[in-house]
């Protein structure tokens, strides 16, 4: 069987046998090679996710104003389950809006804090299309958690999202390849999170929805791990073949 180098530099020929410890030790030189390289800054997923954070900042000063009524969110685009089905577009207009400065801000912080390593992972198309699934998803779960009369809106369920996937990319990552520095890290970023995303209110006693950031989560995750499983199979029959 042959092991083929990715991209493509070098072949080699190993019995079918150690064909897997072959490909361990052959990615084992692919990260310790990356990690030689000097580090470049991700200037372009840090200005797609500072972009997006600023605009978040500006819809609400320019738009949602200092003391917004529910009416006037639902006219901006806010999301509200007994509207879901006659306006199923409130599911990503829901997402840009928020009720005040500090939840953008606060929104824009973590977006920028999980946005940028999942983008530089997967690139801008898929850290989108994570964000936006998850961000659909966990609108859905919200809808279906808080009633048909609440008024929902807020990036929160899609930061989420980005989280989840950025937390399938470590763990993902610890399995191949596992130090104390990294499971420290993992974990600690995951217990300062995660209670942020459990919290049912604000510090001003402002009322938060779980369930968008649960179901965000499990969106943004399960959308990672199919990535990286599609990514696993594409590997796997690119560096095996016939020798």
Same mark, same amino acid.
């Given at each position: 069987? @042959?092991? %083929?180098?990715?991209?493509?530099?070098?072949?080699?020929? $190993?019995?079918?046998?150690?064909?897997?410890?072959?490909?361990?030790?052959?990615?084992?030189?692919?990260?310790?090679?990356?990690? &030689?390289?000097?580090?470049?800054?991700? #200037?372009?997923?840090?200005?797609?996710?500072?972009? !997006?954070?600023?605009?978040?900042? $500006? !819809?609400?000063?320019?738009?949602?104003?200092?003391?917004?009524?529910?009416?006037?969110?639902?006219?901006?685009?806010?999301?509200?389950?007994?509207?879901? *089905?006659?306006?199923?577009?409130?599911?990503?207009?829901?997402?840009?809006?928020?009720?005040? $400065?500090?939840?953008?801000?606060?929104?824009?912080?973590?977006?920028?804090? *999980?946005?940028?390593? =999942?983008?530089?992972?997967?690139?801008?198309?898929?850290?989108? &299309?994570?964000?936006? @699934?998850?961000?659909?998803?966990?609108?859905?779960?919200? =809808? !279906? %958690?808080?009633?048909? &009369?609440?008024?929902?809106?807020?990036?929160?369920?899609?930061?989420?999202?980005?989280?989840?996937? #950025?937390?399938?990319?470590?763990?993902?990552? /610890?399995?191949?390849?596992?130090?104390?520095?990294?499971?420290?890290? =993992?974990?600690?970023?995951?217990?300062?999170?995660?209670?942020?995303?459990?919290?049912?209110?604000?510090?001003? @006693?402002?009322?938060?929805?779980?369930?968008?950031? =649960?179901?965000?989560?499990?969106?943004?995750?399960?959308?990672? #791990?199919?990535?990286?499983?599609?990514?696993?199979?594409?590997? /796997?029959?690119?560096?095996?073949?016939? &020798?």
């Amino acid at each position: 069987m @042959g092991l %083929q180098a990715s991209p493509p530099a070098l072949v080699l020929t $190993v019995p079918e046998d150690f064909l897997e410890d072959a490909r361990l030790v052959a990615e084992e030189i692919q990260e310790a090679l990356e990690r &030689a390289r000097p580090a470049t800054p991700p #200037w372009g997923a840090f200005r797609l996710c500072a972009g !997006l954070a600023l605009l978040h900042l $500006v !819809l609400v000063a320019m738009l949602v104003g200092p003391h917004p009524t529910l009416a006037h969110l639902l006219r901006l685009g806010a999301l509200q389950g007994e509207r879901l *089905f006659s306006e199923p577009w409130r599911l990503l207009t829901s997402l840009f809006l928020h009720a005040d $400065v500090l939840h953008a801000a606060w929104n824009g912080l973590a977006l920028i804090a *999980f946005g940028v390593p =999942v983008a530089e992972r997967w690139g801008m198309g898929r850290a989108s &299309a994570i964000y936006l @699934g998850a961000g659909i998803g966990g609108g859905l779960i919200a =809808v !279906l %958690q808080e009633g048909a &009369a609440t008024v929902i809106l807020g990036a929160s369920g899609a930061i989420s999202g980005l989280f989840g996937a #950025w937390m399938v990319d470590r763990v993902g990552r /610890l399995r191949r390849r596992r130090t104390r520095h990294d499971v420290v890290r =993992v974990v600690g970023i995951g217990l300062l999170y995660l209670p942020a995303l459990l919290n049912p209110t604000t510090p001003e @006693g402002g009322r938060i929805s779980v369930a968008a950031h =649960v179901g965000g989560l499990l969106a943004g995750a399960l959308l990672a #791990w199919g990535f990286l499983h599609r990514e696993a199979g594409a590997s /796997l029959s690119e560096r095996t073949g016939s &020798a």
